[in-house]
């Protein structure tokens, strides 16, 4: 080319440029690998605390499910009064004549109305009931034979779906009721005819209660005094006398005692669908009645469906008829809608229980997470500065970090949630999410916070007032962080005593509730005795720093070098806060779940004896009330029996109090013998309150009440009503011990109350002394029909209970797993400090202290915390449970009618701080094996012990 300047060719267009594109660095998967191998041990053992605790966290949830599952079905099948029964009226039977028209197809309107009834349920509602029963029985009919009182009544049944369902029976002698019409047809009869005429079929024991025989006409009026013409077609034996198709007529059966009153006894005929018109022809129509009930079948409710359940019998009952309506329309009558709002609310209350334990472990578990991932900052701090200086990027050493420890975190949290679904059948993520990003997390942070660190080129300034507000600068930040805790610590507190632990829609929202409860609706206050221990702790921990300084300067003044080296390491080793915090959080969560479960283990005992009221109980029935004086003197004479009183309580009394009726459960006792048992128990205070009722100069009986509503206090004056009597004045003085399960109580002696004109006659026999239970359930209850309650076996059941043993388990497995990560607690701040520990006794060992003085010395460094953890610890949990006491609702699991107080197992609580004293002796020996090989000139040299 010559002297002519070579052009540069113009640049291409835009759109034909080549987009440049940016690529992440590269990790570099040596040192990724190299790391992993080389701190394998910390990684497992942080690994090893994701699988439990997510264990313990994916089990719990399905567990609870399966809980709720058996507490309703239990709910269901012991309370009997829960069948879903349906009444209705019959229709009109005046004939065209002004007389009464003999039916004899009304086994079909009976089957009909069932078929009405079934038709009316929800397709959820009758899945979970057995097969029908339709009843038709008439009103107690008294035997006027001159013997002893006693009644009679008629009764038809027809169980299952189709057909008449009669209950199968075998005829011994004559056949089974026939109409009284030979023909069977339409037929009309005057109100003034002779009483028309029924068949009906007796069982053995009735027959031979009666002497009667097939053709026996037995002898009846109504309570009008008009005569019925009922006779014998045959005697019969049930095919299965256990079939529940006699569950609601015994008298059927044999002859039963009470049923009607006080020295009654009734028994019972056999109608047939042919002798059914009959029936209703030779009663009036208000004194036969038929009904339908659908026995609930436990097997069949889940707590899944409790609140569709509840919701549709509560739509039944309230389209329900008028009780005084004498139409066919249907008239729903069944307590099952309480029983399961009532176990729904016990439900919502375990879960939310429940819910605070595993919160205080997450919690727990977390920090020691923090506490590993610290640790192993530390022993990675000169690799990662060595590989910071070698020209790696920050983000690139998270990045490889996060890698690692999130592929470390997975792994072992689908291993927890592997041995969850083998254990529970199932198994719950959800609450190991904080622990697997904890997990995930705090590694990286801890590892990428300690590589910048290192490799920072910030300098320490020269200016005084530039370092001190340096200084100032962190305080703030530590007490911001601070404040915060406490703040959330104090707003978890005022939700938990403004919302209250159990759903404050549970009664309305049944499972949702407990959903939000087990899901996190109830986060807040489900976590204020974790966040209160928290908070406290970290305020705490601004002393510990002041009292090893002051145990500092005292050591220096004193002659023994162990106390002064021993002192000089705590002090140094006070600076570090976070060892100290997750091991009195530790400890005093642990402590919470031993006191939670010894608070509610003591509710439990407490409240069989409030129930039985003394060792044993006898309820005499009422056909044998008579034989009751007798009784107590052979009871009172058996083994082992100190006292047994007599008194009569009676659940049907009528009090007046201020203008407004009670029904309380009425209890006469001789009030000094009954004081002198109850002295004898836990209910001891409950004692003095009885000699009030001996007391001279009061208007009218004295009387203890007691009342869940406050409508009976001291100091009212009271009417017992009476039926065809004057009104016993009574005049509350006192508050009444608890009897039994019931809210409102009223207690009178009963010399006062017979002075009054009203004797009564006991039915109850309170006994105590070892021998009390065998006393009751032999030969001394063989003789009479009595039910004997053992407060030991009522004690037993209340434990095996779904819910209560559910919470103690619970309880239990949460105080383990807390202890256990206190303990590890404990190792990994002992394994932090261990290099600078050792180096300085390593160190020390070139002055002449010896091997058994360097592991004094590291005790001594050890103790500090462990102390701090065993005092405050158990102090701690005390006081978060006194706190907590009302709004964990303790009374809805465990039975009793107000909020136990905390009852903390003195015992239990120091073998915890035994525990972590003994771990420390176990640390500084292994310590001291661990580091006994490094040779001196090897720590002088490279500055590591």
Same mark, same amino acid.
């Given at each position: 080319?010559?002297?002519?300047?070579?052009?540069?060719?113009?640049?291409?267009?835009?759109?034909?440029?080549?987009?440049?594109?940016?690529?992440?660095?590269?990790?570099?998967?040596?040192?990724?690998?190299?790391?992993?191998?080389?701190?394998?041990?910390?990684?497992?053992?942080?690994?090893?605390?994701?699988?439990?605790?997510?264990?313990?966290?994916?089990?719990?949830?399905?567990?609870?499910?399966?809980?709720?599952?058996?507490?309703?079905?239990?709910?269901?099948?012991?309370?009997?009064?829960?069948?879903?029964?349906?009444?209705?009226?019959?229709?009109?039977?005046?004939?065209?004549?002004?007389?009464?028209?003999?039916?004899?197809?009304?086994?079909?309107?009976?089957?009909?109305?069932?078929?009405?009834?079934?038709?009316?349920?929800?397709?959820?509602?009758?899945?979970?009931?057995?097969?029908?029963?339709?009843?038709?029985?008439?009103?107690?009919?008294?035997?006027?034979?001159?013997?002893?009182?006693?009644?009679?009544?008629?009764?038809?049944?027809?169980?299952?779906?189709?057909?008449?369902?009669?209950?199968?029976?075998?005829?011994?002698?004559?056949?089974?009721?026939?109409?009284?019409?030979?023909?069977?047809?339409?037929?009309?009869?005057?109100?003034?005819?002779?009483?028309?005429?029924?068949?009906?079929?007796?069982?053995?024991?009735?027959?031979?209660?009666?002497?009667?025989?097939?053709?026996?006409?037995?002898?009846?009026?109504?309570?009008?005094?008009?005569?019925?013409?009922?006779?014998?077609?045959?005697?019969?034996?049930?095919?299965?006398?256990?079939?529940?198709?006699?569950?609601?007529?015994?008298?059927?059966?044999?002859?039963?005692?009470?049923?009607?009153?006080?020295?009654?006894?009734?028994?019972?005929?056999?109608?047939?669908?042919?002798?059914?018109?009959?029936?209703?022809?030779?009663?009036?129509?208000?004194?036969?009645?038929?009904?339908?009930?659908?026995?609930?079948?436990?097997?069949?409710?889940?707590?899944?469906?409790?609140?569709?359940?509840?919701?549709?019998?509560?739509?039944?009952?309230?389209?329900?008829?008028?009780?005084?309506?004498?139409?066919?329309?249907?008239?729903?009558?069944?307590?099952?809608?309480?029983?399961?709002?009532?176990?729904?609310?016990?439900?919502?209350?375990?879960?939310?229980?429940?819910?605070?334990?595993?919160?205080?472990?997450?919690?727990?578990?977390?920090?020691?997470?923090?506490?590993?991932?610290?640790?192993?900052?530390?022993?990675?701090?000169?690799?990662?500065?060595?590989?910071?200086?070698?020209?790696?990027?920050?983000?690139?050493?998270?990045?490889?970090?996060?890698?690692?420890?999130?592929?470390?975190?997975?792994?072992?949290?689908?291993?927890?949630?592997?041995?969850?679904?083998?254990?529970?059948?199932?198994?719950?993520?959800?609450?190991?999410?904080?622990?697997?990003?904890?997990?995930?997390?705090?590694?990286?942070?801890?590892?990428?916070?300690?590589?910048?660190?290192?490799?920072?080129?910030?300098?320490?300034?020269?200016?005084?007032?530039?370092?001190?507000?340096?200084?100032?600068?962190?305080?703030?930040?530590?007490?911001?962080?601070?404040?915060?805790?406490?703040?959330?610590?104090?707003?978890?507190?005022?939700?938990?005593?403004?919302?209250?632990?159990?759903?404050?829609?549970?009664?309305?929202?049944?499972?949702?509730?407990?959903?939000?409860?087990?899901?996190?609706?109830?986060?807040?206050?489900?976590?204020?005795?974790?966040?209160?221990?928290?908070?406290?702790?970290?305020?705490?921990?601004?002393?510990?720093?002041?009292?090893?300084?002051?145990?500092?300067?005292?050591?220096?003044?004193?002659?023994?070098?162990?106390?002064?080296?021993?002192?000089?390491?705590?002090?140094?080793?006070?600076?570090?806060?976070?060892?100290?915090?997750?091991?009195?959080?530790?400890?005093?969560?642990?402590?919470?779940?031993?006191?939670?479960?010894?608070?509610?283990?003591?509710?439990?005992?407490?409240?069989?004896?409030?129930?039985?009221?003394?060792?044993?109980?006898?309820?005499?029935?009422?056909?044998?009330?008579?034989?009751?004086?007798?009784?107590?003197?052979?009871?009172?004479?058996?083994?082992?029996?100190?006292?047994?009183?007599?008194?009569?309580?009676?659940?049907?009394?009528?009090?007046?109090?201020?203008?407004?009726?009670?029904?309380?459960?009425?209890?006469?006792?001789?009030?000094?013998?009954?004081?002198?048992?109850?002295?004898?128990?836990?209910?001891?205070?409950?004692?003095?309150?009885?000699?009030?009722?001996?007391?001279?100069?009061?208007?009218?009986?004295?009387?203890?009440?007691?009342?869940?509503?406050?409508?009976?206090?001291?100091?009212?004056?009271?009417?017992?009503?009476?039926?065809?009597?004057?009104?016993?004045?009574?005049?509350?003085?006192?508050?009444?011990?608890?009897?039994?399960?019931?809210?409102?109580?009223?207690?009178?002696?009963?010399?006062?109350?017979?002075?009054?004109?009203?004797?009564?006659?006991?039915?109850?026999?309170?006994?105590?002394?070892?021998?009390?239970?065998?006393?009751?359930?032999?030969?001394?209850?063989?003789?009479?029909?009595?039910?004997?309650?053992?407060?030991?076996?009522?004690?037993?059941?209340?434990?095996?209970?779904?819910?209560?043993?559910?919470?103690?388990?619970?309880?239990? !497995?949460? $105080?383990?797993?807390?202890?256990? &990560? *206190?303990?590890? @607690? /404990? =190792? +990994?701040?002992? #394994?932090?400090? %261990?290099?600078?520990?050792?180096?300085?006794?390593?160190?020390?060992?070139?002055?002449?202290?010896?091997?058994?003085?360097?592991?004094?010395?590291?005790?001594?460094?050890?103790?500090?915390?462990?102390?701090?953890?065993?005092?405050?610890?158990?102090?701690?949990?005390?006081?978060?449970?006194?706190?907590?006491?009302?709004?964990?609702?303790?009374?809805?699991?465990?039975?009793?009618?107000?909020?136990? !107080?905390? $009852?903390?197992?003195?015992?239990? &609580? *120091?073998?915890? @701080? /035994? =525990? +972590?004293?003994? #771990?420390?002796? %176990?640390?500084?020996?292994?310590?001291?094996?661990?580091?006994?090989?490094?040779?001196?000139?090897?720590?002088?040299?490279?500055?590591?012990?």
């Amino acid at each position: 080319m010559t002297g002519r300047t070579a052009r540069r060719p113009p640049d291409p267009p835009l759109a034909r440029r080549r987009a440049v594109r940016w690529w992440p660095p590269g990790l570099h998967w040596p040192s990724v690998r190299g790391r992993a191998l080389a701190d394998a041990g910390p990684l497992l053992l942080a690994a090893a605390v994701v699988v439990v605790v997510t264990l313990l966290a994916g089990a719990v949830p399905p567990l609870l499910r399966a809980t709720a599952d058996a507490a309703v079905r239990d709910a269901v099948g012991r309370d009997a009064g829960d069948d879903l029964v349906v009444r209705a009226g019959w229709e009109d039977d005046g004939g065209p004549n002004g007389g009464r028209v003999r039916h004899p197809r009304l086994a079909d309107d009976v089957a009909g109305l069932r078929d009405r009834a079934a038709d009316a349920l929800a397709p959820h509602l009758r899945a979970a009931l057995r097969p029908p029963l339709a009843t038709v029985s008439s009103t107690p009919l008294k035997i006027t034979d001159g013997s002893v009182l006693r009644t009679f009544q008629l009764a038809y049944l027809a169980a299952g779906d189709g057909g008449d369902g009669g209950p199968r029976v075998t005829w011994v002698a004559g056949r089974p009721p026939e109409p009284s019409n030979p023909w069977g047809d339409y037929t009309e009869v005057g109100y003034d005819s002779p009483p028309w005429p029924v068949q009906v079929g007796l069982s053995e024991a009735d027959a031979a209660a009666l002497k009667a025989r097939p053709g026996t006409r037995i002898p009846l009026e109504d309570e009008g005094g008009r005569v019925k013409d009922v006779r014998v077609s045959g005697v019969f034996r049930p095919a299965d006398a256990a079939d529940p198709i006699w569950e609601h007529f015994p008298w059927l059966l044999r002859p039963v005692a009470g049923a009607d009153g006080i020295g009654t006894t009734r028994l019972a005929g056999l109608l047939s669908p042919t002798s059914l018109p009959d029936a209703r022809l030779a009663l009036d129509q208000e004194q036969l009645q038929r009904v339908v009930r659908f026995p609930p079948d436990a097997r069949r409710f889940s707590w899944d469906l409790t609140e569709p359940i509840a919701a549709s019998v509560v739509a039944l009952k309230a389209a329900s008829g008028s009780s005084g309506a004498r139409d066919g329309s249907l008239k729903w009558e069944t307590r099952l809608d309480a029983v399961l709002r009532d176990v729904q609310t016990q439900v919502n209350a375990a879960f939310a229980q429940a819910s605070v334990l595993l919160t205080g472990v997450l919690a727990a578990a977390v920090l020691v997470l923090l506490l590993a991932a610290d640790l192993l900052a530390r022993r990675r701090a000169p690799a990662l500065a060595a590989a910071r200086r070698r020209g790696a990027a920050l983000p690139v050493l998270c990045a490889e970090l996060l890698l690692e420890s999130a592929v470390v975190a997975l792994a072992a949290a689908a291993a927890g949630l592997a041995l969850a679904h083998a254990i529970a059948q199932d198994a719950s993520w959800g609450w190991a999410v904080p622990v697997v990003l904890a997990a995930a997390a705090a590694g990286p942070a801890f590892g990428t916070l300690a590589a910048a660190r290192a490799t920072r080129d910030r300098r320490v300034p020269a200016n005084r007032a530039a370092r001190l507000w340096v200084r100032r600068t962190g305080l703030l930040r530590r007490a911001t962080f601070e404040a915060a805790v406490v703040i959330a610590a104090a707003a978890a507190f005022v939700a938990l005593y403004q919302r209250g632990i159990v759903p404050a829609g549970d009664t309305a929202g049944g499972a949702a509730g407990a959903g939000a409860a087990s899901d996190g609706g109830l986060a807040l206050p489900a976590s204020a005795p974790a966040l209160g221990i928290i908070a406290v702790t970290l305020l705490l921990l601004r002393l510990l720093p002041a009292g090893t300084r002051f145990a500092l300067n005292r050591a220096l003044r004193s002659r023994r070098p162990l106390a002064v080296f021993g002192a000089a390491r705590a002090a140094a080793a006070s600076a570090r806060l976070l060892p100290l915090l997750v091991l009195v959080t530790s400890t005093a969560l642990a402590s919470f779940a031993l006191i939670l479960e010894a608070t509610a283990s003591q509710s439990l005992t407490d409240g069989a004896w409030r129930t039985v009221g003394a060792d044993a109980r006898l309820n005499v029935s009422s056909a044998a009330a008579s034989s009751t004086p007798a009784l107590v003197r052979r009871v009172a004479a058996a083994p082992g029996v100190r006292q047994a009183v007599a008194g009569r309580v009676d659940d049907t009394a009528r009090v007046s109090a201020d203008s407004e009726l009670v029904l309380p459960r009425l209890v006469v006792v001789d009030a000094s013998a009954f004081r002198r048992l109850l002295a004898a128990t836990p209910l001891r205070d409950d004692a003095p309150q009885l000699s009030r009722l001996t007391a001279p100069g009061h208007a009218g009986v004295p009387a203890l009440v007691r009342s869940g509503d406050g409508g009976l206090r001291p100091g009212m004056r009271l009417d017992l009503l009476r039926d065809a009597a004057p009104a016993v004045r009574l005049t509350a003085v006192g508050t009444a011990p608890p009897a039994g399960d019931a809210d409102d109580v009223v207690i009178v002696d009963a010399g006062a109350l017979a002075a009054a004109g009203m004797p009564s006659v006991p039915n109850t026999i309170w006994v105590n002394g070892p021998g009390a239970a065998r006393a009751v359930a032999t030969g001394a209850v063989a003789a009479v029909a009595a039910k004997p309650v053992v407060r030991a076996e009522v004690e037993r059941a209340r434990r095996a209970a779904p819910l209560t043993s559910g919470l103690l388990w619970s309880a239990w !497995a949460s $105080a383990a797993t807390l202890l256990a &990560l *206190g303990l590890l @607690a /404990l =190792a +990994l701040g002992a #394994a932090a400090s %261990a290099p600078d520990r050792w180096q300085t006794l390593t160190r020390l060992r070139t002055l002449g202290l010896r091997p058994r003085d360097a592991r004094w010395v590291a005790a001594g460094e050890l103790l500090p915390p462990v102390v701090v953890a065993a005092v405050t610890g158990p102090s701690l949990g005390l006081l978060v449970a006194r706190l907590a006491a009302g709004p964990l609702a303790l009374r809805l699991v465990t039975g009793q009618a107000t909020d136990p !107080a905390p $009852a903390p197992p003195w015992w239990r &609580l *120091g073998l915890l @701080a /035994l =525990a +972590l004293t003994a #771990a420390v002796a %176990a640390v500084v020996p292994i310590e001291s094996a661990l580091r006994r090989r490094r040779r001196l000139g090897e720590v002088l040299r490279a500055g590591e012990g």
